[in-house]
């Protein structure tokens, strides 16, 4: 096992592929990492080298621009009537939870509960539709995704967020309290919504590379968060 992880990591280098390791398992991301000519590294090459801590950077930033646009496209706000407190949720929010715990549970977690993502990641399309094991694995990050992780987890967290933001009280006792209240009376209409746009945003995310998935999943989020702003913020 020594000499096969030793060859292994040789022959990446030879190559120049950028690999780490995810739930335990090594694997590459198909492609390597260069510098410009002019010695300068590109955002591509920081996203596949600092997976993780790009994509955390892209969750804040996104879910304050989203409800930005939100408050103002949607709502017709001036500049001076924004509501910062308001987008401190998503600030808050995007960099703790989005960035942080959802980076971490789809980056780690997952590839040691599907043992076969990495490698499933890594195949081009022609290979991924043979390999039965990897299929199965997409298919139950998809099912966990949209029936453990965004009803259970991600609208509970966001909503106990809020209060924690709004809530005049600083006893977390009143935060978890209220949010969970509100998580319980809004379920049926948010689990309806998420079903429609992760569903089909899952099957996609969860074939594509690894190093990718995050800034995919930020980028679908974008309007998501856009939505959350509008109908759940306020």
Known sequence: MMRASIGHAIRARQTGCRCWRTGGRSFCAGAPVNASAAGRTSLLDIAKAHPFKFQVG????????????????????????????????FVVFGGAYLGCFQGWLMLTQ???????????AAMPISEKVRYTAGMVDAAKMLLFDIFVHLPFMYFPCFYITKEFVFEKSWNPVDWFKQGLTKWQSNFKQDFVALVKLWGPSDCIQFAIPVWMRMPFRHAVSFFWTAYVSYTRAK
């Open 58 to 89: 892209i969750a804040i930033v996104k879910t304050s621009a989203a409800d930005l646009m939100a408050q103002v496209a949607v709502e017709k706000k001036t500049p001076g009537e924004i509501n910062w407190k308001r987008n401190m949720i």
């Open 110 to 120: 997952y590839g040691k509960w599907f043992p076969t993502m990495g490698k499933f």
